[in-house]
Nanobody
Framework: QVQLQESGPGLVKPSQTLSLTCTVS??????????WSWIRQPPGKGLEWIGY???????YYSPSLKSRTSISRNTSKNQFTLQLRSVTPEDTAVYYC???????????????WGQGTQVTVSS
């Protein structure tokens, strides 16, 4: 059973960097051919894909967030991380990490999700 757990601060000040870690158990983040994504849901809005890191370590980001986003991994800890720089209140959302077996652009392809963590951007 694969489990994903988001962790990180729940409150971030504007202009700072939002940093979250997804700890994966029950499955290796290097296993072919999975994709590990960060997805968020602002209050009252739909899901927004942020980006992913592949089993091989390649990264891909949403064009709207690419300039501010970095996803990395620590294979020894079976973790992958999100850094979203220069945050504003519009970045307030529930942030999820999730695994896709096939096409990570399709939310229907995600078989495992973390429970989500609320991140509020406020001064």
């Amino acid at each position: 059973q694969v489990q994903l757990q988001e962790s990180g601060p729940g409150l971030v000040k504007p202009s700072q960097t939002l940093s979250l870690t997804c700890t994966v158990s029950g499955g290796s983040i290097t296993r072919n051919y999975y994709y590990w994504s960060w997805i968020r849901q602002p209050p009252g809005k739909g899901l927004e894909w942020i980006g992913y890191i592949t089993y091989s370590g390649s990264t891909y980001y949403s064009p709207s967030l690419k300039s501010r986003t970095s996803i990395s991994r620590n294979t020894s800890k079976n973790q992958f991380t999100l850094q979203l720089r220069s945050v504003t209140p519009e970045d307030t959302a529930v942030y999820y990490c999730a695994r896709a077996e096939k096409d990570p652009s399709d939310y229907g392809q995600y078989d495992y999700w973390g429970q989500g963590t609320q991140v509020t951007v406020s001064s």
